[in-house]
């Protein structure tokens, strides 16, 4: 088996196409990896191109582009080294669906025409049926749903029983063309086989829009629960950014501001924030609320350069949210009733702690009448120390 150049990465590459197809995307990349050590060892062109292929194919459909694209740029380099060289399908299917995440439909397009122009009769069943999922998708994108809906549902490629994840997705874009159509109850009935774990995951989203298309809103947001809580091989970043958007529409539908606001701003790096401000207890994101805002700085002037002070600057002053209208007239009632809002708060937090590291001592049970101890105020009385001291 040492004796043949390339066979051990074959194989390896053999293995992490079995597992892709059958939905075990863990161990994917690993074996890819390995193959790829191995055929840059054994020093053969042919199989690494075909490893760098799918290994772009596979980091694209995981949602990770630098990975997905420094795989793309040492295939365009072997490519321009051996001109000799057969383009893999799976290349371009990989330059593809890159161009579907980024809504480049122009390359998208040329990608397709190339990977259509290698056919009709591919090496295996798996890259005809990926080709054509991959059409239909372009076909979506360029709003011709009634021919990707009927690709989708008459391909001989597709309609294979054994396709496994990629049945499961075929179903969810046959499943979004008929809620784009207003027909969601089609859209249940399709993706109805894949309600049980692990394919649940992948079409929950797709569950959840047809939900929402009916104002079931309980059961969407049931979905998308499921899939922000569930940690799977199917949940990727793309998947998880759906999910996102989703959950903001439904809470949008629910006329909840705040949980929208939270839904649109959590995981995948977006910062969060809390659903309402603490100064002026509106919702965050609101056209009144300036907390968390920076005062921009000035521009420079164009064509002259500002000198600066080489000293640590302070950083930039936040603004305050003006006090909430609470009384409806407005104006300084407003806000003298805010103040003593937050006075008599403060006071009654300071009687909470005081009782509860002293029990035995009386305080005043009037929060608005001043705090004394022995006829002085409790501000310049002095407490022994051991009063304070929990007992026991």
Not at 32 to 48: H, I, K, N, S, Y
Not at 240 to 265: F, H, K, M, N
């Amino acid at each position: 088996m040492t004796e043949v150049r390339g066979l051990r990465a074959s194989i390896l590459l053999a293995q992490a196409r079995s597992r892709f197809i059958a939905g075990r995307f863990a161990d994917v990349e690993p074996l890819l990896r390995r193959a790829l050590a191995d055929a840059e060892q054994d020093d053969v062109p042919a199989v690494l191109l075909e490893i760098l292929s799918v290994l772009a194919f596979v980091c694209t459909s995981a949602t990770r582009l630098r990975h997905a694209r420094e795989a793309l740029d040492q295939a365009s380099d072997l490519l321009a080294a051996h001109p000799g060289l057969v383009r893999p399908v799976v290349l371009d299917l990989a330059v593809a669906r890159r161009a579907e995440l980024e809504a480049d439909w122009a390359a998208m397009g040329a990608a397709v025409g190339r990977a259509l122009a290698a056919g009709p009769v591919y090496t295996d069943a798996g890259t005809a049926a990926t080709v054509a999922f991959v059409q239909a998708c372009h076909l979506i994108a360029c709003g011709e749903l009634a021919q990707a809906g009927g690709l989708l549902a008459h391909s001989p490629a597709l309609r294979s029983p054994a396709l496994g994840p990629l049945g499961v997705f075929r179903d969810c874009r046959r499943a979004e063309i008929e809620i784009l159509l207003g027909r969601p109850h089609t859209a249940l009935r399709l993706v109805s086989d894949h309600q049980r774990p692990p394919f649940a995951l992948a079409a929950g989203v797709t569950t959840a829009r047809a939900h929402l298309a009916l104002g079931d809103l309980p059961q969407a947001q049931a979905c998308i629960s499921r899939i922000l809580n569930t940690p799977s091989d199917f949940v990727d970043r793309r998947l998880t950014v759906e999910a996102l958007v989703c959950g903001a529409q439904i809470a949008d539908r629910a006329t909840d501001e705040g949980r929208a606001v939270d839904c649109s701003t959590g995981p995948c790096g977006w910062p969060t924030v809390r659903s309402s401000c603490r100064s002026c207890r509106r919702p965050r994101g609101s056209q009144r609320c300036w907390t968390g805002i920076r005062r921009s700085q000035p521009a420079d002037p164009p064509g002259r350069r500002v000198r600066r002070s080489s000293q640590p600057q302070p950083g930039p002053a936040r603004r305050r949210c003006p006090p909430a209208d609470r009384s409806g007239g407005g104006g300084a009632a407003a806000d003298d009733d805010d103040h003593v809002d937050r006075r008599d708060r403060r006071r009654a937090r300071r009687v909470r702690a005081h009782r509860q590291v002293a029990p035995g001592i009386d305080l005043p049970e009037v929060v608005g009448a001043p705090a004394t101890a022995g006829g002085v105020p409790r501000s310049r009385a002095r407490t022994p120390v051991g009063l304070l001291m929990p007992s026991g």
